[in-house]
């Protein structure tokens, strides 16, 4: 099965510095990989996601990218600011989710 | 005009009682599931059901029954509760199953086993 593997699990930024989170997964059968971000005592939202077909998709200060052959893809925030402050998940999907482990994103007004 | 709405929101009950988790939908997805997330925030699925029929089953105890009386409602009724169980317990729904697309999730339950 995949396995989705997510890299620091924790991350402290200065206000209005980028914060780069990274994934590797192993299936190659995986078509979909999605960025949630969860407050505390929420449940996860998605903030962006990214098809197979593409290798890079932005939207305001967050940015994905994906390197199929490699099987990475990472989460990009520009101009971080206080609200950005969460845990932050990777996943990959062939039939199912699977999620990477978290990072826990301070960011430090 | 909640999208995907859970009850309770806590839940404290001690170990071996039966408990129940009721989730519904409002964006008339096809597809629900149930994931529980651990004391160290891993997120892992349990169940999908599609239009009412199980698709996913990951290896769960016998003790979590899943129940879909419509493709808006998935209630997860669990035996004889374990210590371990104690975990937040999160409803999704999504558009369909084979194709990629936003899963929306509900706030959670968190359930505490005494």
């Known amino acids: 099965g995949e396995n989705v593997e997510q890299h620091p699990s924790t991350l402290s930024v200065q206000e209005g510095d980028s914060a780069v989170i990274k994934c590797t997964y192993s299936d190659s059968a995986s078509n979909y990989f999605p960025w949630y971000k969860q407050e505390l005592g929420k449940g996860p939202q998605l903030i962006i996601d990214?098809?197979?077909?593409?290798g890079e998709k932005k939207d305001q200060r967050i940015a994905v990218t994906l390197n199929k052959t490699a099987k990475h893809f990472s989460l990009h925030i520009t101009e971080t600011q206080p609200e950005d402050s969460a845990v932050y998940f990777c996943a990959a999907k062939d039939y199912k989710l699977s999620f990477g482990a978290g990072t826990t994103v301070t960011v430090r007004a | 005009d909640t999208a995907v709405s859970q009850t309770p929101k806590y839940l404290v009950t001690q170990m071996g009682n039966d408990k129940s988790i009721k989730c519904e939908q409002n964006l008339g997805h096809d597809t629900m599931y149930w994931y529980k997330q651990d004391s160290k925030k891993f997120l892992k699925i349990m169940f999908s059901?599609?239009?009412?029929?199980?698709?996913i089953n990951e290896t769960v105890p016998n003790r979590f029954s899943p129940k879909s009386p419509d493709k808006a409602h998935l209630n997860l009724h669990i035996n004889s509760l374990e210590l371990g169980d104690s975990a937040v317990y999160f409803c999704?729904?999504?558009?369909?199953?084979?194709?990629?697309?936003?899963?929306?999730f509900g706030p959670g339950t968190r359930l505490t086993v005494l």
């Open positions: 059901y599609n239009n009412k029929e199980l698709i």
């Open positions: 999704a729904s999504s558009p369909g199953t084979s194709g990629v697309g936003e899963q929306f």
């Open positions: 990214i098809r197979s077909n593409v």
